[in-house]
């Protein structure tokens, strides 16, 4: 299951009614629904997830969304900093989630694939599933979590 991670509905599971259309999106974490345990102690584990009008998703992202609503890792995939804004983007006229640390972009209707700056690959992906209304993980992560390593 899902949690909201912020804000005062801080560990309260996610209802696709509580995901507004266009974004922002809303910061989240896993919850264990076998033991209760919020998978909040490491930050690789916190979620964006944003809705979106289905007609704007390409195939591969529809197929692992919930009526539009869809998840990505929060972990830029450049230097593994935290993704927190929706912005208009720099190189288009979409708005689009952006690492303000090394200001990389990602396109959430296209896989989160990188519109903008350094980052290296896409950010993971996280197919969802609809749970007696709430919002759930459906699989593993798509892609890998988190920056590149220093090499």
């Known amino acids: 299951m899902l949690v909201f991670s912020e804000g005062d509905k801080e560990g309260k599971l996610i209802t696709a009614a509580d995901v ?25 584990n916190e979620i964006l997830i944003i809705k979106l009008d289905p007609a704007e998703l390409d195939e ?29 983007s720099d190189a288009g ?31 993971a992906a996280l197919p969802l599933a609809l749970v007696d209304g709430s919002l759930s993980v459906a699989g593993n992560f798509i892609g890998k979590v988190g920056g590149a390593q220093p090499g």
């Open 20 to 44: 507004p259309a266009g974004g922002p999106p809303v910061h989240a974490w896993p919850k264990d629904p076998n033991t209760s345990v919020v998978r909040s102690a490491s930050r690789l």
């Open 93 to 123: 006229d979409k708005e689009v989630f952006k690492c303000m640390c090394h200001n990389s972009e990602f396109d959430p209707r296209e896989g989160a694939q990188v519109v903008f700056g350094p980052a290296p690959r896409r950010l």
């Open 60 to 88: 591969k992202t529809r197929a692992r969304a919930v009526d539009g609503i869809i998840a990505y890792s929060a972990i830029c995939s450049h230097a593994g900093c935290p993704v927190t804004a929706w912005v208009k």
